[in-house]
T-cell receptor, first 109, second 120 residues
């Protein structure tokens, strides 16, 4: 059974810091890996989707990488801002998505 | 933003009563999903649909049924609500599922705003 883990569960950093969020999955036969952002009391917003044949995807200050063989994905956030404070979730597709429990990020001004 | 609405947005009901949640999309996407989100469990799939009248079970389907009579609407029914079904329910849509390397990023899932359900 596919399991998706995100460590750490919570992270607090000063504004301007570059940071990395981690996602690991147990079954490497994934179709895609998707990163989401969730603000308190809101739905999920898709940030990036990496297809199984890709190594990384970039959108603005966000860069997501995928290493299927090691069962890992990372989300890199450059020059973090207080507006980046949210919970970040990853989901691995088999093809149904299995979600991690998220990393709650707080960026301090 | 993808055109996905959920109704109601909040509901309080009593144990044993039936409850129906509605998801409506304006994107004409083939796939629709119902998830529940609980502290410590993340999002878990309840049911999904791959077309009109075509549905299948997810990880936590016991106590739930679904129907999809039109492309744009996907209904989730709790036949007899229990306190364990208190949760936040999210609907999601996607153009495809498992397209992976065979196509563009059409597997991207877009989520609705959620319904907070409390069963007393």
């Amino acid at each position: 059974k596919q399991e998706v883990t995100q460590i750490p569960a919570a992270l607090s950093v000063p504004e301007g810091e570059n940071l990395v969020l981690n996602c690991s999955f147990t079954d490497s036969a994934i179709y895609n890996l998707q990163w989401f952002r969730q603000d308190p009391g809101k739905g999920l917003t898709s940030l990036l989707l990496i297809q199984s044949s890709q190594r990384e995807q970039t959108s603005g200050r966000l860069n997501a990488s995928l290493d299927k063989s090691s069962g890992r994905s990372t989300l890199y956030i450059a020059a973090s801002q207080p507006g980046d404070s949210a919970t970040y979730l990853c989901a691995a597709s088999l093809p149904l998505y299995i979600f991690g429990t998220g990393t709650r990020l707080k960026v301090l001004a | 933003d993808a055109g996905i609405t959920q109704s109601p947005r909040h509901k309080v009901t009593e144990t044993g009563t039936p409850v129906t949640l509605r998801c409506h999309q304006t994107e004409n996407h083939r796939y629709m999903y119902w998830y529940r989100q609980d502290p410590g469990h993340g999002l878990r799939l309840i049911h999904y649909s791959y077309g009109v009248k075509d549905t299948d079970k997810g990880e936590v389907s016991d106590g739930y049924s679904v129907s999809r009579s039109k492309t744009e609407d996907f209904l989730l029914t709790l036949e007899s609500a229990t306190s364990s079904q208190t949760s936040v329910y999210f609907c999601a849509i996607s153009e495809s599922m498992g397209a992976g390397t065979r196509g563009p990023s059409t597997d991207t899932q877009y989520f609705g705003p959620g319904t907070r359900l409390t069963v007393l």
